[in-house]
């Protein structure tokens, strides 16, 4: 064999290789310019057998009681993972809870899940939803069951985890890993900061108040820091819910919830932790004229934020700057029929 | 020679235009929520005899999708896949074009999306999820929302979310209306009494109907039933 042939085997098994290296191990990847993952990758490696995994059951109503609610009933993809037009979360029997399904992208980044942050850890965050009574009112036992009894999850079980049936530990980690791999960084607003595209001018100007008005809570890129903060909504009178204080029994904490990403808004309405606002000219308008100054109203809403009503404008127009349309239509995100 | 052609082609095709564009005339269908006789504004309380109680509606938004207009048993215009969402917030109106003078004696409407359309994985326009009217994969679009309050006070228990929806099999809740037209008009209103359609439903304590069953199918068709034309 010459010497030349012995190059281009070596140089084909070589390219063999490290096609199976990138297909066995995706490296979860950092967009350009954003931080450290928070989640930490080492406890879980990424496997497109694991993220697949987790997209079945995602979609899958098998994880609820009566197997009529799945994730992505109050999770939809066309709705960057949140829910449209509901205020609050839906489950099974019809029942309704009372907080408003949040949008779930980005949260490799994301230090505590739910609005009050009561789970710490993404691999624990789905125990919560399957077994809240007014949520998929199951019990992690009964779905283990019903999941390695199921003949579709035999193959994708073993191609995941080379054995043929999943423990609790494996579930909620392949559902973190799908949930892990939704990222959005692909607006107009990411666009501009590479810049490949510019604002318009009615934009930059809404990107200037923004800095000035709001970015201290929504800091770019991920557009939140992940902090708890009370701003200035009174609680509703149906609802009763004081946020971060129920877990925390800390006076302090009344009335403060995690602060939510501003990216996809046009898919993600209605807004607020009870989903009380349809519009964003809304959720302005409190910051500019509704805010409840209380005892642990967020410092920086001690002042209102005076805006004129051209600025209100602009300041949205910008926000739909964040709307990441290729995010809500990723193939590799939606249901697999 | 070859202009001449040209010309006349040109002259053929603006006549077309012209012809076409003369021949049309707008049906416009509206809907008319009713409570006590009367038309209802969203989020205002209004009393109603009918369930001796109050009621205030803050969310009514439903799919309007395969108008047929037929002259006695016969077919003359179908408005083929044309959706429409109607949104209380906005209005309850559609409008289509139909040829001018046609002769129509009934008309046929679905009240939500049917089973093919459901399946077919256009998620464009009215069918937009951004709409708020898509469930999931299983369970397809909601065909009929409304949500609102029984009784004077804005509380828990008596907030009511119907979401009527679901299009396989059994939980079909799809539903066609069929009505005689007394005297054409281009505008016809279709009244819809929500109190006497819900009022057994409320009476049930039966709040919150949201995902595709036996009940939604039934309510559904209480919907279809009750429509009056005016």
Known sequence: MSKKHLGSITLFFLLFTMGFVLIDLPEFKVPVGWPKPVYDFKKNNFSNEKIILGRVLFYDPILSKDNTISCASCHSPYNAFAHTDHALSHGIGDSIGFRNAPALFNLAWQKSFMWDGAIKELDEQAVFPITHPKEMGENLNHVIQKINNTEKYKNLIVSAYGTDSINKKQLLQSISQFILSLVSANSKYDSVMQHKLSFTTQELNGYQLFNKNCSSCHTEPLFTNGSFKNNGLKPSSILNDYGRMRITQNKKDSLLFKVPTLRNLSYTYPYMHDGRFTKLSEVVQHYTSNVDVNSSISKDLQQPIVLTPNEKVDLIAFLLTLNDRSFVFNPNYSFIK | ?230
């Open chain 2, 1 to 230: 020679m070859m202009k001449r052609i040209l010309l006349l082609l040109c002259f053929v095709y603006a006549c077309c235009n012209v012809s076409i564009s003369q021949t049309v005339q707008p049906i416009r269908l509206s809907f008319v929520p009713k409570i006590n006789g009367s038309p209802i504004a969203l989020n205002q309380h209004c009393f109603s005899a009918e369930l001796n109680d109050s009621i205030s509606i803050t969310k009514l938004k439903f799919y309007i999708s395969n108008i047929v207009l037929l002259n006695k048993e016969k077919v003359v215009f179908k408005n083929t896949g044309a959706v429409y969402l109607l949104n209380a917030e906005d209005s309850l109106s559609l409008q289509f074009d139909v040829p001018q003078n046609l002769q129509f004696t009934r008309i046929q409407y679905g009240i939500g999306i049917d089973s093919v359309t459901n399946t077919s994985g256009a998620l464009d326009g009215a069918l937009d999820p951004l709409m708020g009217m898509y469930w999931t994969w299983q369970s397809g679009y909601i065909n009929f929302k409304m949500e609102g309050f029984v009784g004077n006070l804005e509380q828990e228990d008596k907030k009511f979310e119907y979401h009527l929806g679901g299009y396989s099999d059994k939980n079909n809740a799809y539903q066609l209306v069929d009505l005689s037209i007394q005297s054409l008009s281009e505008n016809l209103q279709f009244q819809m009494p929500i109190d006497i359609i819900f009022k057994s439903i409320f009476s049930e304590k039966k709040y919150n109907i949201m995902s595709p069953s036996a009940s939604a199918v039934s309510l559904s068709k209480k919907i279809a039933q009750s429509i009056l034309v005016k």
